[in-house]
């Protein structure tokens, strides 16, 4: 009986807490007004959690605990939307605006409609999703996918604090239509400040270019926690399955808001032309003060009840447009170029610049890439020069402003020696960098080594960021990957910012990536000319890394993919002292030094075929579509020639796109290959 009780106190102590979480969690992230302090939210929280361990019974899906993720999901269901999600046609021009207005007035007056009313709202740039909820409680989250089918993220979207993950069950219940379901559609996308965070100590090959790419490939993971950690946002831009379908759009953004969710705050209704055309000039400076990237302005017709009657093309709806402003561009001075060394030796020029503001933060370095650029582009230091900002994270010169050019510039030299060991350096025949030759003692190229190891795509081990590297390596407790097998919790818990729990997460980290595959291993490595897709078709052809290593030219440029460069790179690789090191202490470390048991092929639908992906998927991630190819007998390839059989696009495809085109090489869409498999 008092066993009865206490549970019973409990079930209404858990629900105060829920209530009360959930609340602040509404004001800090939806309203910016925060009541009380981080310290006592975590308080709040670890008290509500404690609580579902003592009564696990008590504990359900849509808690807010649950936020912290931790369940790990192996493969994401396909969902079928209720009503396709269909992307919008993009503008870049305010004549096209005008054009796309004019475009909507005829078709409303075929219709005998005079009225025509649009909404206009800022465009996140970010993955678009849709929301189930059920008698107010979120039962489903999936992604556009190809806009009729998505996968279910639901247990990854939980994890996110402007999606509620229950609604005023009275006021929904006002709401929802007979099926009792409310959909709700919007954008996922990473603050500026959470992408900083997220970026922070990675290793450059594993840095995310930008925001949106980093929303989609968290939105994927499979570990829930990982995704509560990087810490993504939710808009909500439309409402769907409400008992009234007649409400209007404006009045929809603002029931969204009632019921809980964010949807920026930044719309306008607008019955003329003018006020579109004021819209978008009004923002196109002021986004950039905005926490978030924000890349355009959306247009939609007002009344929803005409959305239907104007229709759709195959692609996207006749009532909506996107206008997606231009490339940002600012003039600064050079002051000065660094040059940074590689893994592998290559010596990078960094252009450092005067400060200055670019879409909304301040640039002060960019990218030169080569010597043969700097050729390309005739910089020299003290030039004015113009840089843009198209989405990427370090923004490019595109041209020198050499109108203003003084008596004063400087041409920008190629250093003698390493700025990292004082190493002379050295040009190989046909290639257009420098190289650091002290490969075993250049401190940057150790780092550089180790941090690749570690890296996503690599060995993924979590926690080894660039700053902890850059003590390991300068302490010299580590001097290639092999010795981070050896560390000791003892040696970790000396070094700045490492305590005993900091210690054994890492420890916990490299005892993780024992499991990884062997061809991550063999990408792990960072052979000369290997990257991921060459290290599968090694993996596939050499199943042992004994084998690898005994493999002559010949039988290595037999390899798909595979010629004479790359194959004198993996002898030259496996020669040296320091590899059969390397590989001594990564066998003794328990590392997988062989290939798993191929699995049976699904079917044999791209048997023989060599394909190519470029772009942004949005339905699989690149990693899973290149394992969904191989699993129906066909092969994955990095780059465009005229053995490739198919080249798949996803969004903001580039020079392989042309490439394909060129070449006469079949392409096809997201959804096209998905109907394929």
Not at 64 to 74: D, E, F, L
Not at 576 to 600: C, D, I, N, W, Y
């Amino acid at each position: 009986m008092k066993e009865g009780m206490e549970r019973d106190k409990a079930a209404v102590e858990i629900g105060r807490l829920r209530t009360e979480i959930e609340r602040h969690n509404y004001l800090y992230y939806v309203r910016a007004t925060p009541e009380i302090s981080d310290y006592d939210f975590d308080k709040l929280l670890e008290r509500l959690i404690e609580l579902e361990r003592e009564f696990p019974d008590l504990l359900t899906p849509n808690s807010p605990s649950q936020r912290v993720g931790g369940q790990i999901t192996r493969e994401f269901p396909t969902v079928l939307h209720r009503e396709p999600m269909l992307s919008l046609s993009n503008t870049y021009s305010l004549g096209d605006v005008a054009d796309f207005y004019d475009r909507v007035k005829k078709l409303l007056y075929e219709e005998g409609i005079q009225k025509q009313e649009m909404v206009a709202e800022l465009k996140f740039d970010g993955v678009a999703v849709s929301l189930i909820y059920r008698d107010g409680l979120l039962v489903q989250g999936a992604t556009r996918g190809d806009g009729v089918r998505g996968d279910d993220i639901t247990v990854n979207l939980r994890t996110i604090p402007t999606i509620p993950l229950r609604l005023d069950a009275s006021f929904s219940r006002q709401l929802q239509g007979d099926d009792r379901e409310i959909e709700v559609r919007g954008e996922v996308f990473m603050r500026r400040e959470d992408f900083e965070n997220l970026n922070e100590g990675r290793p450059d090959e594993d840095r995310f270019a930008n925001p949106r790419n980093a929303t989609a490939g968290t939105l994927k993971l499979q570990d829930s926690a990982e995704v509560a950690r990087r810490r993504m946002t939710f808009v909500a831009y439309f409402l769907k399955g409400i008992a009234n379908e007649n409400i209007r759009h404006l009045d929809r953004l603002r029931l969204l808001e009632k019921l809980g969710f964010y949807t920026g705050g930044h719309y306008l209704f607008c019955s003329e032309l003018r006020d579109i055309e004021r819209f978008i000039g009004d923002w196109e400076k002021k986004r950039h003060t905005l926490p978030y990237e924000t890349d355009g302005v959306v247009l939609k017709l007002d009344d929803v009840t005409l959305w239907d009657r104007l229709g759709a093309t195959s692609k996207s709806p006749r009532w909506a447009i996107a206008y997606k402003y231009p490339a940002q561009q600012a003039k600064t001075e050079l002051l000065g170029v660094l040059f940074q060394v590689g893994r592998l030796g290559t010596i990078t020029p960094v252009a450092e610049l005067k400060p200055v503001k670019l879409a909304g933060s301040t640039v002060s370095r960019s990218t030169l890439h080569n010597f043969d650029e700097i050729d390309r582009l005739g910089v020299r230091v003290h030039d004015q020069v113009v840089i843009e900002k198209s989405g990427e994270v370090i923004p490019k010169i595109i041209r020198v402003a050499l109108e203003e050019r003084s008596l004063f510039t400087e041409s920008i030299v190629v250093p003698e020696r390493c700025p990292s060991c004082d190493t002379l350096l050295v040009k190989l025949e046909g290639e257009v960098s420098w190289y650091c030759p002290n490969e075993e003692e250049c401190p940057a190229q150790i780092r550089g080594r180790v941090l690749h190891f570690a890296s996503r795509n690599a060995m993924d081990i979590q926690s080894l960021g660039v700053a902890l590297v850059d003590q390991l390596v300068g302490r010299g407790l580590v001097r290639d990957p092999g010795d981070l097998y050896t560390l000791q919790v003892s040696q970790l818990e000396g070094l700045e910012r490492m305590g005993t729990k900091s210690a054994l997460n890492l420890m916990r980290a490299l005892d993780e990536s024992r499991s990884r595959s062997y061809e991550r291993l063999l990408y792990a490595l960072g052979i000369r000319h290997v990257g991921q897709a060459t290290a599968r078709e090694l993996a596939r052809a050499y199943p042992r890394l004994g084998l690898l290593r005994e493999a002559d030219e010949e039988e290595l440029s037999s390899v798909p993919d595979i010629g004479p460069v790359v194959a004198r790179s993996i002898i030259d690789y496996f020669l040296k002292p320091s590899t059969q090191v390397l590989v001594r202490k990564l066998q003794e470390a328990g590392l997988p030094f062989r290939a798993a048991e191929p699995q049976e092929l699904v079917n044999r639908n791209f048997e023989g075929m060599t394909v190519v992906f470029t772009g942004e998927l949005e339905r699989y991630g690149r990693s899973k579509a290149s394992g969904l190819v191989m699993a129906r007998g066909g092969k994955v390839v990095n780059s465009v020639s005229r053995n490739t059989t198919l080249v798949v696009t996803g969004k903001d495809a580039g020079s392989k796109l042309e490439k394909a085109l060129k070449l006469g090489v079949r392409v096809v869409s997201e959804e096209e290959f998905a109907s394929m498999l």
